[in-house]
């Protein structure tokens, strides 16, 4: 036998012994692929928790420390709407937590998880574009109610030349389109790509049985 056909035999053989593995070795590295999927959804989790207390604080201490009342009145706002947040978050965090538990993967509590995260990022997302025109509603009316406490005689915020009207819908317009494409992103960039390799995963567990 010659050299090159002994090489070729060789690195066959060698192929197949790694193609070849059992049903317990490829659903040990399934579950080793899903601790480490679920381990940076869990990551992302405690980014947003520590995220949202560090905004609350900073809400609160606005609140408490502003110079103007109507600057005051719109971060405490924000300040009990993030704080009634991070409850929800910790217990995501603790659901995700005992789902992926499990040394292998359970489809089951894939199937799951996938369920809980999709229904939050859809929530999350259809909480924020609902934010958008409310904080801007009350971000107007407050000023509108300080520039009048200051100049009683002249409504000076939502009479002007044409070019503040202009100046103020063109930033309403520019603030709302750059909202809806960062929370798309940023949800994307925390949970989307995750849960796709979640699905992903599951396809493989099922072409397995």
């Known amino acids: 036998m010659e050299l090159d056909e002994l090489k070729s035999l060789i690195n066959e053989r060698m192929e197949r012994v790694q193609t070849e593995k059992s049903p317990a070795d490829i659903a040990m590295l399934l579950g080793k692929k899903t ?58 965090f603790n659901k995700t937590k005992k789902l992926s538990s499990t040394a292998l993967p359970v489809k089951s509590n894939l199937q799951t998880l996938i369920k809980i995260i999709r229904e939050y990022v859809k929530r999350y997302f259809q909480l924020t574009m609902a934010l958008i025109p409310i904080s801007l509603i009350i ?61 992903m995963l599951i396809e493989e567990l099922e072409e397995q049985q």
């Open 139 to 199: 971000a107007f009316s407050l000023v509108y109610t300080q520039e009048n406490l200051y100049n009683p005689v002249q409504d000076t915020f939502f009479v002007g030349s044409p070019l503040k009207t202009a100046l103020i819908a063109g930033y309403i317009i520019l603030f709302s389109i750059g909202m809806y494409y960062f929370t798309k992103w940023y949800l994307k960039k925390l949970y989307g790509n995750y849960v796709q390799q979640l699905e």
């Open 35 to 92: 601790q480490a999927v679920t381990a940076k959804i869990k990551r992302s989790l405690v980014i947003e928790m520590v995220t949202s207390v560090a905004f609350t604080l900073a809400c609160i201490a606005i609140a408490v420390f502003g110079t103007y009342s109507s600057l005051r009145i719109y971060f405490a706002i924000f300040a009990v709407i993030c704080a009634l947040f991070i409850p929800l978050l910790y217990i995501l």
